[in-house]
C-alpha cells in the first residue's frame, strides 16, 4: 500500500469532502480516503498493483475537481 497526497481545487466545503471521499472510496485498490476542503486535499492510501496516481487524479476530475501538480 502507498499514500498520495494530492493538492485539489475547487473544495469549498464539507459536502466536497463527502463526495470526493465517497467516490474515491467505491474505487477498486483504495483503502482509505481523507479529504479536507480547507487544506485543499486529499490524501489517499492505495494499492500501486491495482491502481495508479493518474486513474486517482483523474476521478478527482470526474468529480467535478482540479487535482494540481506539486
Do not use: Q, W, Y
Not at 475547487?10 to 472510496?25: N, V, Y
Not at 483503502?31 to 500501486?48: C, I, P
Amino acid at each position: 500500500m502507498e499514500t498520495v497526497d494530492i493538492r485539489v481545487d475547487g473544495m469549498s466545503c464539507g459536502g466536497c469532502e463527502d463526495r470526493l471521499t465517497e467516490a474515491l472510496g467505491r474505487v477498486a485498490g483504495v483503502g482509505t480516503v481523507a479529504a479536507d476542503h480547507e487544506k485543499g486535499n486529499v490524501r489517499v492510501l492505495f494499492d500501486s498493483r491495482r491502481i495508479g496516481e493518474a486513474a486517482l487524479r483523474e476521478r478527482i476530475t470526474l468529480c467535478g475537481f482540479d487535482p494540481l501538480d506539486d
